[in-house]
């Protein structure tokens, strides 16, 4: 298929969006074979257009969180660059909430794959963020503009800015990257589909980062996906890693399942036995990388699954970053009633009042540990097959 990418300059950032939709259109159908030589073919083209442009002074990165699409996409970029000859960096963007399973393998690829790597880092932390703008809705996404005009951008927008976005631009300005790549996928999420119809794989992002940016795996499915655009969602992502014996992030093997309906002995798995238990109905929250403590995924079970696998990260949010309150405030009315009629008859608390919950916190988790479970979560409509 024709790409179109030749035209682009950085006054004609990007290719028309009929090219992008037969982009789009042409992934629904094609095998992971025909979708990593196509990916293999941009990146090329991406690095080739860049020496043209900027010769010897051309610098490349990898925007890596050292989670699955990422890794892909560095894989697929070492193998054209070697092949080309051209040196590349590596930014992550550690935002000093990574999983302890994230850092020990950074380190471990780092040093296998001698990468040149830049860690991007906050000025501040996720604890003061929280601690100055309090704890809104837990529920808005990264994104939402729901407020208003005049009305603050929800806390998980500061926090993604402070911690991410912001140390991101810096590292950019200081390193002067003219392409970067990342491992930005439609699937991942309507807002994330909405970028990829607007922009499309290769654009020059003049607003942003100012940067070329180039997205090998854009159009690549996994079952795990929380959007699906009309795709077949074949398993290209993890399909792909299995193909060339990728080593993977430990975090990709602690899924949990958070399904009541569940009767078998493993409440936590690996990554192959909860792709089983997903195409066979179950809920099943599948981690990816990125800070701990995030309310982004609560609807997914993100509750759940911390309590199940990370008990101190789950009461830290809880008790240190104050999600409790805000827990308890946006439990449906029916629910918050029968909690409480609950745990005043068993003499937990004295009075019927959110107020008398938060005295006794620790005594409610203690007698009810999931009390917080299912606050959120939308609810999966499939049926469970043998």
Same mark, same amino acid.
């Given at each position: !298929?024709?790409?179109?990418?030749?035209?682009?300059?950085?006054?004609?950032?990007? $290719?028309?969006?009929?090219?992008?939709?037969?982009?789009?259109?042409w992934h629904k159908t094609a095998s992971l074979d025909w979708k990593e030589q196509r990916a293999l073919?941009?990146?090329? =083209?991406?690095?080739?257009?860049?020496?043209? /442009?900027?010769?010897?002074?051309? %610098? &490349?990165?990898?925007?890596?969180?050292?989670?699955?699409?990422?890794?892909?996409? *560095?894989?697929?970029?070492?193998?054209?660059?070697?092949?080309?000859? $051209?040196?590349?960096?590596?930014?992550?963007?550690?935002?000093?909430?990574?999983?302890?399973?994230?850092?020990?393998?950074?380190?471990?690829?780092?040093?296998?794959?001698?990468?040149?790597?830049?860690?991007?880092?906050?000025?501040?932390?996720? /604890?003061? $963020?929280?601690?100055?703008?309090?704890?809104?809705?837990?529920? %808005?996404?990264?994104?939402?503009?729901?407020?208003?005009?005049?009305?603050?951008?929800?806390?998980?927008? %500061?926090?993604?800015?402070?911690?991410?976005?912001?140390?991101?631009?810096?590292?950019?300005? =200081?390193?002067?990257?003219?392409?970067?790549?990342?491992?930005?996928?439609?699937?991942?999420?309507?807002?994330?589909? @909405?970028?990829?119809?607007?922009?499309?794989?290769?654009?020059?992002?003049?607003?942003?980062?100012?940067?070329?940016?180039?997205?090998?795996?854009?159009?690549?499915?996994?079952?795990?996906?929380?959007?699906?655009?009309?795709?077949?969602?074949?398993?290209? &992502?993890?399909?792909?890693?299995?193909?060339?014996? @990728?080593? #993977?992030?430990?975090?990709?093997? !602690?899924?949990?399942?958070?399904?009541?309906? #569940?009767?078998?002995?493993?409440?936590?798995?690996?990554? +192959?036995?909860?792709? #089983?238990?997903?195409?066979?109905?179950?809920?099943?929250? @599948?981690?990816?990388?990125?800070?701990?403590?995030?309310?982004?995924?609560?609807?997914?079970?993100?509750? /759940?699954?911390?309590?199940?696998?990370?008990? %101190? &990260?789950?009461?830290? !949010?809880?008790?240190?970053?104050?999600?409790?309150?805000?827990l308890i405030a946006e439990m449906p009315e029916d629910q918050r009633r029968e909690l409480l009629d609950?745990?005043?008859?068993f003499g937990i608390i004295t009075e019927k009042t959110e107020e008398a919950v938060l005295d006794r *916190?620790?005594?409610?988790?203690?007698?009810?540990?999931?009390?917080?479970?299912? +606050?959120?979560?939308?609810?999966?409509?499939?049926?469970?097959?043998?």
């Open positions: !298929m024709q790409t179109y990418y030749g035209d682009l300059t950085t006054s004609n950032t990007r $290719i028309p969006k009929e090219r992008i939709v037969e982009a789009e259109e073919n941009l990146i090329r =083209e991406a690095l080739l257009a860049g020496r043209e /442009r900027y010769g010897a002074e051309l %610098k &490349v990165v990898v925007s890596c969180s050292f989670g699955i699409d990422s890794m892909l996409t *560095l894989h697929l970029v070492r193998r054209v660059s070697q092949e080309l000859g $051209i040196s590349f960096d590596v930014v992550w963007n550690n935002t000093l909430n990574e999983y302890p399973q994230t850092r020990a393998y950074a380190k471990r690829m780092t040093e296998e794959w001698a990468l040149n790597l830049i860690e991007a880092r906050p000025t501040t932390t996720l /604890r003061k $963020i929280y601690e100055e703008n309090g704890v809104d809705s837990l529920f %808005k996404r990264k994104g939402d503009r729901s407020g208003g005009k005049g009305e603050k951008e929800p806390v998980v927008e %500061k926090c993604c800015g402070a911690l991410k976005h912001k140390p991101m631009k810096k590292a950019i300005k =200081e390193n002067g990257w003219h392409i970067m790549f990342n491992g930005v996928r439609a699937g991942e999420s309507r807002q994330r589909w @909405m970028s990829a119809r607007r922009d499309g794989d290769l654009f020059y992002s003049s607003h942003t980062w100012k940067t070329w940016v180039c997205r090998p795996i854009l159009w690549w499915t996994a079952l795990s996906d929380s959007f699906n655009y009309g795709n077949n969602r074949q398993e290209d &992502v993890w399909n792909y890693v299995r193909k060339h014996d @990728m080593p #993977y992030n430990e975090i990709y093997d !602690m899924n949990a399942v958070i399904d009541d309906s #569940y009767t078998g002995k493993d409440v936590v798995v690996d990554r +192959v036995t909860a792709e #089983y238990l997903v195409a066979k109905g179950y809920n099943v929250f @599948m981690p990816r990388t990125g800070c701990m403590a995030c309310p982004i995924p609560i609807k997914r079970g993100y509750l /759940r699954y911390l309590r199940t696998t990370f008990p %101190k &990260v789950y009461r830290s !949010m809880l008790f240190q970053l104050g999600f409790a309150r805000v609950e745990l005043n008859g *916190l620790e005594d409610v988790i203690e007698w009810k540990p999931c009390v917080f479970d299912g +606050v959120g979560v939308v609810k999966q409509r499939q049926k469970k097959s043998a």
